[in-house]
């Protein structure tokens, strides 16, 4: 009997081993994961006509990210919301790398608030 437990244990522990290097090898995990991207879109530039925006992606991980898509929220001066807007950069954003992008909002923009929508990890 204690031959048994002893077999059983160790394939346990053996096929575990063996789980643990195909999904490293396949870039693939059990744990959830976290997207380690931030957004920052604070600096407004109110012109006569229009507001701009530079929105700004960082990418924190050492994985690559595609098609990273933006939800911008532009607010008055009464904080009330006077348009959402979203924008995608296609470009690839390489590891412990940073994206900007100038965004066109309408003029009575004071504030803007940022924050990711999607994006493919690779």
């Known amino acids: 009997m204690k031959s048994l437990i002893k077999l059983l244990l160790i394939l346990v522990v053996v096929g575990g081993v063996i789980l643990y290097f195909v999904?490293?090898?396949?870039?693939t995990s059990f744990s959830p994961s976290t997207i380690d991207l931030?957004?920052?879109c604070s600096e407004v530039d109110n012109v006569l006509v229009t507001s701009t925006v530079n929105v700004v992606v960082k990418n924190f991980s050492s994985r690559t990210h595609?098609?990273?898509s933006v939800k911008l929220v532009a607010y008055?001066?009464?904080d009330k919301v006077i348009k959402e807007k979203f924008t995608t950069f296609s470009r690839t954003l390489s590891p412990q790398s940073t994206f900007d992008k100038p965004v066109t909002l309408p003029a009575e923009?004071?504030?803007?608030?940022?924050?990711?929508v999607s994006s493919h990890p690779h």
């Open 23 to 27: 999904s490293q090898r396949n870039n």
């Open 38 to 40: 931030s957004v920052d």
């Open 66 to 68: 595609s098609d990273v």
């Open 76 to 78: 008055d001066d009464n």
């Open 109 to 116: 923009t004071k504030r803007c608030d940022c924050k990711i």
